[in-house]
């Protein structure tokens, strides 16, 4: 069992930054693919980005160059650097662990989720 609690969310101008935690209960943080996800009002919940448990990234195009994943296993702890927001980045945005050795990029491939922190772009 995993428990994940997000943080860090607020409200940015465009251009600006933020940064999201997501700390894992737990001593099998370091085995689960770890990804974020984000949900905007009206739309399904979509991947973001995710890293392996052995530090391989993926991320979609909307947010490459942009934002980076990383992970702390000593913390069990995963990181979301969002750099260059736009308002399009708004959404409420939720951490998930997934028992995969690659990076999954579906909602079915991960088991354990967090309760999400919103994310706030003003134009």
């Known amino acids: 069992q995993v428990q994940l609690v997000e943080s860090g969310g607020g409200l940015v101008q465009a251009g600006g930054s933020l940064r999201l935690s997501c700390a894992a209960s737990?001593?099998?943080?370091?085995?689960?693919?770890m990804g974020w996800f984000r949900q905007a009002p009206g739309k399904e919940r979509e991947f973001v980005t995710g890293?392996?448990?052995?530090?391989?990234?993926y991320s979609v195009d909307s947010v490459k160059g942009r934002f980076t994943i990383s992970r702390d296993n000593a913390k069990n702890t995963v990181y979301l650097q969002m750099n260059s927001l736009k308002p399009e980045d708004t959404a409420v945005y939720y951490c998930a662990a997934g028992a995969s050795g690659r990076v999954p990029t579906t909602l079915g491939e991960y088991h354990y989720w967090g309760q999400g922190t919103q994310v706030t772009v003003s134009s």
């Open positions: 890293i392996s448990w052995s530090g391989s990234t």
């Open positions: 737990g001593r099998t943080f370091s085995m689960y693919a």
